[in-house]
């Protein structure tokens, strides 16, 4: 028995890294597991990974920045799947860089897939998610970095995500919705190539990690959400927690 047994969710940046981890820990525990992206190539990767394991999904295509692209799936998922209990916001794309580096046109890219997103595919799945649902949004410790150098608008946008998911929890509370946020270090392919292409940077950055090592993007990013959406975390709701080895004091 699985603790996520008879769900569904749908997981937004599933082709890879973290959104792909969360899916196959899920799916582990239970899930069935609708794996959502811009590239449905990436998407039927991660579905064929869980098929695997002897684990349910299926794969769509899913632009974040479309309104019209989130409710075509979302009915699909419920069509397809029989519902909805789970909705983890994970896709975004990143502005970086120093704050005369950042063009208005990155800033505003964050904004529609981040925030923005988040808020339109939290209402569309609202209906379907109510009595007995668990949303988990990403956002990121950078907000608490000593040095916000380059990382002023990535910050922002992800502390938005923060503030919408609040709202969330106080809201929707007591419409049986949870809502809760992960800020995750995790062995995504850009965070790989970054270790290994900018060592002195990243042993500084490994050095100030107490457990010394960056998350593996399933066992101890995606199994932690798992049990988050569980009957055993139903207590839980409005909460930002930092899974990254103890770097960051979310206090």
Same mark, same amino acid.
């Given at each position: 028995?699985?603790?996520?047994?008879?769900?569904?969710?749908?997981?937004?940046?599933?082709?890879? $890294?973290? &959104?792909?981890? *969360?899916? #196959? @820990?899920?799916?582990?525990?239970?899930?069935?597991? /609708?794996?959502?992206?811009?590239?449905?190539?990436?998407?039927?990767?991660?579905?064929?990974?869980?098929?695997?394991?002897?684990?349910?999904?299926?794969?769509?295509?899913?632009?974040?920045?479309?309104?019209?692209?989130?409710?075509?799936?979302?009915?699909?998922?419920?069509?397809?799947?029989?519902?909805?209990?789970?909705?983890?916001?994970?896709?975004?794309?990143?502005?970086?860089?120093?704050?005369?580096?950042?063009?208005?046109?990155?800033?505003?890219?964050?904004?529609?897939?981040?925030?923005?997103?988040?808020?339109?595919?939290?209402?569309?799945?609202?209906?379907?998610?109510? $009595?007995? &649902?668990?949303? *988990?949004? #990403? @956002?990121?410790?950078?907000?608490?970095?000593?040095? /916000?150098?380059?990382?002023?608008?990535?910050?922002?946008?992800?502390?938005?995500?923060?503030?919408?998911?609040?709202?969330?929890?106080?809201?929707?509370?007591?419409?049986?919705?949870?809502?809760?946020?992960?800020?995750?270090?995790?062995?995504?392919?850009?965070?790989?190539?970054?270790?290994?292409?900018?060592?002195?940077?990243?042993?500084?950055?490994?050095?100030?990690?107490?457990?010394?090592?960056?998350?593996?993007?399933?066992?101890?990013?995606?199994?932690?959400?798992?049990?988050?959406?569980?009957?055993?975390?139903?207590?839980?709701?409005?909460?930002?927690?930092?899974?990254? $080895?103890?770097?960051?004091?979310?206090?």
């Amino acid at each position: 028995m699985g603790v996520l047994d008879n769900k569904v969710a749908l997981i937004t940046g599933a082709g890879q $890294g973290v &959104g792909q981890g *969360i899916a #196959l @820990a899920m799916a582990t525990e239970g899930a069935a597991i /609708a794996v959502t992206g811009r590239t449905l190539s990436k998407c039927q990767t991660t579905v064929e990974l869980i098929e695997a394991r002897g684990g349910k999904a299926i794969a769509l295509e899913l632009d974040v920045k479309d309104q019209a692209s989130m409710q075509a799936c979302v009915d699909r998922v419920v069509n397809e799947l029989g519902g909805l209990n789970i909705l983890v916001n994970n896709a975004q794309e990143v502005p970086l860089g120093k704050l005369f580096e950042v063009r208005d046109e990155s800033f505003t890219a964050g904004f529609e897939s981040g925030p923005l997103a988040v808020l339109r595919l939290m209402k569309i799945c609202h209906p379907h998610l109510k $009595g007995d &649902g668990s949303i *988990i949004n #990403l @956002a990121s410790t950078s907000a608490k970095r000593w040095d /916000a150098s380059g990382y002023g608008a990535y910050a922002a946008v992800k502390e938005a995500i923060r503030a919408l998911s609040k709202a969330a929890a106080s809201e929707w509370g007591g419409d049986g919705i949870r809502t809760n946020v992960i800020l995750p270090h995790a062995q995504s392919p850009g965070m790989k190539w970054w270790l290994e292409n900018m060592q002195d940077e990243a042993e500084a950055y490994l050095a100030s990690i107490p457990q010394g090592y960056v998350g593996d993007c399933e066992e101890d990013i995606g199994k932690f959400v798992a049990q988050l959406c569980g009957e055993n975390s139903r207590y839980v709701n409005g909460q930002s927690i930092a899974i990254d $080895g103890g770097q960051a004091y979310m206090g």
